[in-house]
C-alpha cells in the first residue's frame, strides 16, 4: 500500500509537467496582475479602461490601442525604411546568442520592422503624427533601424506642415549592440526636433513608462512641452538608482523619489503630470490650440464687450 508521501510525490511530477506545458505567455493571457495593488484584473475589463487598474496603476497600453485613442478616426502609417541594417556590427557573444537572431524574434512577437510605429491622422481636428516607442521591441531600445524611422516620421511632418508633433516615449536607451551607429542617433533626433521646431510645429514628449539612457538625455527634452502620463511612472532618469548612487557614493545621497513623477516634477524637468491616460488627448489638443490660436479666446461676459464706447465712458465718468 502506498503511503500519503509518495502519492504526494507523484502529484507533484505531473503538475510540473503540465506547467512545463503552459507557454510562458499564458500568464499574461485573459488576466493581469497588477504590481501595485497586487489584484488581478480581467483583461477586457482592462482594455476597457484604457488598460488601468482600479488602483490607478497603469499597465504598458500597446501601441496599436494608443493610436485608436489619440487620433479622431482613420490614420495612416509611417512605414519604416526598408534599407537600413539593424545589426551592422553583426554583434555576437560566442556560443550564447546572435543579435540579429534577437531582431527577428523582437519583429515576430511585435510584427514591426522597428521599436516605433509612427502615424499621421486628425487629432480633435488637428494634423498631427504620432510616434511610439513599444518596449515589447527590445525594450524600446533605439538603434539604426529606429534612428531612420523616426527621421522619416520627422520629415513627414515638416513636408505635410502638419499642426502637432508627438512622442510616445517607452525606451531603455540606445542599442548598446550597435555601437557608434547607434549612438548617432542622439544626435540624429536632435537634429530632427531642431527642424521640426524651425517649422513651428509644437511638440510633446510623452512619459509613458520608463524614458532612459541616450533617448532621455537627447531628443526627450528637445520637445516644447514634457507630459508625464501619470504618477506611476518611473525610471525617467539617464542611470538606474544603483549606477547613480555608485557614481554619487560618498558624496550626495539619491532621493526616495529619483527618476519618478514626482521627484521629476519637482526638479523642474517635466511640465504636467496627468491623473491618467484618458487626459492626453484633450491637453495636447488644448495646448495645440493655444499655441497656434486655433480657437479665439471669448470674453466671460460678451455684452460687456460690445458696449457702446460712449457709454462706456459715461459709466467711468459717474464712477470717478
Not at 72 to 84: H, L, M, Q, S, T
Not at 264 to 293: Q, Y
Request: contains cysteine.
Amino acid at each position: 500500500m502506498n503511503s500519503w508521501i509518495t502519492n504526494w510525490k507523484k502529484i507533484k511530477i505531473k503538475v510540473r509537467k503540465i506547467l512545463k506545458k503552459q507557454p510562458a505567455e499564458q500568464e499574461s493571457g485573459d488576466w493581469k496582475n497588477c504590481p501595485q495593488c497586487k489584484k488581478i484584473s480581467y483583461l477586457p475589463d482592462l482594455i476597457a479602461n484604457s488598460y488601468i487598474c482600479e488602483c490607478t496603476y497603469h499597465f504598458d497600453l500597446p501601441p496599436k490601442l494608443r493610436m485608436d485613442y489619440l487620433f479622431d478616426g482613420n490614420y495612416e502609417f509611417i512605414e519604416a525604411p526598408d534599407n537600413i541594417n539593424p545589426d551592422p556590427l553583426r554583434f555576437e557573444v560566442k556560443d550564447r546568442y546572435k543579435y540579429i537572431d534577437k531582431v527577428k524574434k523582437y519583429r515576430s512577437v511585435t510584427g514591426q520592422k522597428t521599436a516605433l510605429i509612427a502615424a499621421s491622422g486628425m487629432i480633435s481636428n488637428l494634423r498631427a503624427v504620432v510616434v511610439c516607442f513599444n518596449p515589447k521591441f527590445g525594450a524600446g531600445r533605439f538603434g539604426p533601424a529606429e534612428n531612420e524611422h523616426f527621421l522619416k516620421a520627422a520629415n513627414f511632418a515638416i513636408q505635410k506642415k502638419v499642426d502637432v508633433w508627438v512622442v510616445i516615449y517607452q525606451s531603455s536607451g540606445i542599442d548598446v549592440h550597435t555601437g557608434v551607429t547607434g549612438l548617432s542617433g542622439m544626435t540624429k533626433s536632435v537634429i530632427a526636433m531642431n527642424e521640426i521646431k524651425k517649422a513651428n510645429i509644437p511638440t510633446f514628449a510623452i512619459a509613458a513608462r520608463a524614458v532612459a539612457g541616450g533617448t532621455y538625455a537627447s531628443s526627450f527634452f528637445m520637445h516644447d512641452f514634457i507630459i508625464v502620463e501619470s504618477k506611476c511612472v518611473e525610471n525617467l532618469l539617464f542611470s538606474g538608482k544603483r549606477v547613480t548612487a555608485n557614481i554619487l557614493k560618498g558624496t550626495d545621497q539619491i532621493p526616495d523619489d529619483f527618476g519618478t513623477a514626482g521627484g521629476v516634477m519637482k526638479s523642474g524637468l517635466a511640465d504636467i503630470t496627468l491623473e491618467n491616460r484618458n487626459e492626453l488627448k484633450e491637453t495636447i489638443s488644448n495646448l495645440t490650440n493655444i499655441i497656434l490660436k486655433k480657437k479665439e479666446l471669448k470674453p466671460q461676459n460678451v455684452e460687456e464687450a460690445h458696449e457702446n464706447p460712449e457709454d462706456f465712458k459715461k459709466t467711468a465718468s459717474t464712477a470717478s
